[in-house]
């Protein structure tokens, strides 16, 4: 029998590791990539392109290092803990050489239209129509991995700010912005205190002459520096912490965060504490605001009620003068080229795990990367990749349709009740939790209990320090063998980026202290017996 041919939107980071995992599964990968080059989102250029991410050049990635590699390729232990869009492309361009991915894409080349095949019901084959330098070719494919991502259409909410018609400044949706050069000696407003709008802010205060940021209801804000200094997401997305959070009530565990984030800088003192919990929003991340903050060079206001010719009046009542406003208001997701396949509602698409449409005959259509979590989005496409191939091979199956309905109900029922209503709160996953309900569907979880008993060191590791992608290779489809070494080796490769002197004393060797393991090996069977309980 010939290998399946799976055709591949997009080679943005999604896209790169659904060809590997195709590679992997023995299929036949082809990936239309619309513009001249990989990276997707984290490629930066002077000009937008239609239909692709677009970031400013200052942009740096909010979760480190270790913690967003592919899993079987680690990144390179002298680059730093949280990168800039350059190191990134350059981490995609070793990734993309290494497993020798190039030669299966095809650049300049828009897909037009994926439509079922007129047997679909038996074989489960798309016709996907592509264009390039002005000619459309059409091919038949065995499966298609949609990796488009969703920020690429901006969500520019123009009707809700009454008199914008008539401001005689300028706008732009932060999808526009590119550096502070044009904005010297202006008075900016800000709307969004999202992760772009505060850093787009923050930049902006070196150049402009004000930079007053616009929220509707305030927002928490963490950093990524954590006690100590190590990176935020590293010492807190752990499988121990997971397993506290999953114990304590919603609101305790709100509390004991937003405790912290205080202990940072006040929020309400600073104006920016909303009136909903903190784990209630997707997590907004910026270090430098606070500072911007206390020296004035970015004030604080509430939502803008109207524009003038040349002010803003803020629903306090307050007027500013102004000279441009940056809309960092987000995005809105689409895919004009599928054919009655799913239907998008206010952001909405009803997937299986985010992957999945859930009346098709054969589940020969996937989605990579649609979702938002609080952690890395590389690692979870990647493993997306892993079981969305094997379920085009047949490999494992998916549930009837009326029971992925109903998760698919439960899971929005849960959005809501946990997420401030808003378009940014649809496609919200927890790191750990939607990891390893991935990880069961592919059989790649870390079993803890057999890890303690045959390799205690390993699973002090697995279980107390972070929660790395390495840890998804361990066993299972897909094992690699250099998971222990890497995992093992993860602080040394966080650490090594910082000593650039001579130091007096080596830091640790272990992402658990000393101490800290002593006083915890003895309740270890007992703490992992309780999370095997509660884990699905």
Same mark, same amino acid.
């Given at each position: ?162 008199g914008l018609e008539k401001f005689e400044g300028w706008y732009l949706h932060s999808r526009d912005y590119k550096s502070p050069q044009f904005f010297s000696e202006k008075r900016v407003v800000v709307v ?145 080229? !599928?054919?009655?396949? /799913?239907? %998008?509602?206010? @952001?909405?698409?009803? =997937? ?5 449409? +859930?009346? $098709? *005959? ?75 309900? !991935?990880?069961?569907? /592919?059989? %790649?979880?870390? @079993?803890?209990?057999? =890890? ?5 060191? +390993?699973? $002090? *590791? ?75």
């Amino acid at each position: 029998m010939a290998a399946q041919r799976v055709a591949i939107i997009g080679a943005g980071a999604s896209g790169l590791c659904a060809l590997k995992c195709c590679l992997d599964e023995g299929l036949v990968p082809t990936c239309f990539e619309r513009s001249g080059d990989i990276g997707g989102l984290w490629r930066f250029e002077e000009q937008p392109e239609e239909g692709r991410a677009s970031i400013y050049r200052s942009v740096i990635i909010n979760t480190s290092k270790e913690m967003m590699c592919f899993s079987d390729f680690p990144i390179p232990d002298d680059f730093p803990n949280y990168m800039h869009n350059s190191k990134i492309m350059e981490y995609f361009r070793m990734y993309a050489q290494r497993f020798d991915l190039l030669r299966h894409i095809h650049f300049r080349t828009s897909v037009c239209r994926v439509a079922k095949r007129p047997d679909f019901a038996a074989t489960g084959q798309w016709e996907v129509v592509t264009e390039s330098e002005g000619k459309q070719e059409a091919a038949i494919f065995d499966a298609v991995l949609v990796c488009t991502g969703h920020h690429t259409e901006a969500h520019l909410p123009l009707s809700a700010f009454p008199g914008l018609e008539k401001f005689e400044g300028w706008y732009l949706h932060s999808r526009d912005y590119k550096s502070p050069q044009f904005f010297s000696e202006k008075r900016v407003v800000v709307v969004g205190t999202g992760n772009s709008g505060i850093d787009i802010a923050v930049e902006l205060s070196h150049t402009a002459k004000q930079v007053f940021l616009s929220t509707k209801r305030g927002t928490w804000v963490l950093h990524r520096v954590a006690d100590g200094g190590y990176p935020f997401d590293f010492c807190y997305i752990s499988r121990f912490l997971q397993l506290l959070q999953s114990l304590l009530p919603h609101n305790a565990s709100s509390f004991f965060l937003e405790r912290k984030l205080n202990a940072r800088f006040d929020h309400a003192l600073y104006g920016l504490q909303p009136r909903h919990r903190v784990l209630s929003q997707h997590l907004t991340i910026n270090d430098d605001l606070p500072n911007c903050i206390i020296s004035g060079r970015v004030l604080v206001k509430p939502n803008i009620q109207e524009f003038t010719e040349m002010s803003a009046i803020f629903e306090d009542g307050t007027r500013e003068d102004i000279d441009a406003v940056v809309f960092a208001t987000g995005y809105s997701f689409s895919f004009p080229f !599928l054919e009655g396949c /799913v239907k %998008v509602v206010e @952001n909405q698409i009803p =997937l299986y795990k985010f992957m999945f449409p +859930l009346n $098709l *005959e054969k589940p020969t259509l996937a989605f990579i990367g649609f979702v938002q979590p609080l952690g890395a989005i590389m690692p979870i496409s990647e493993l997306q990749c892993r079981w969305a191939t094997r379920v085009f091979k047949g490999l494992q199956d998916l549930p009837p349709s009326a029971d992925m309905l109903a998760d698919v109900t439960q899971t929005k029922e849960k959005m809501a009740k946990r997420y401030v209503r808003s378009r940014r709160h649809t496609i919200q996953v927890d790191y750990i939790p939607y990891m390893d309900e !991935l990880a069961c569907q /592919v059989g %790649v979880k870390p @079993n803890l209990l057999t =890890l303690f008993l045959t390799d205690p060191k +390993l699973a $002090l *590791e697995v279980f107390f320090g972070p929660c790395t992608p390495y840890q998804y290779r361990l066993r299972g489809p897909g094992e690699w063998a250099g998971a222990r070494e890497a995992i093992l080796t993860q602080q040394q490769r966080v650490v090594k980026p910082l000593q650039t002197r001579a130091r007096g004393r080596p830091p640790r060797s272990s992402t658990v202290p000393h101490i800290f393991k002593v006083f915890f090996s003895i309740g270890l069977i007992v703490a992992t017996l309780v999370y095997v309980s509660l884990a699905p």
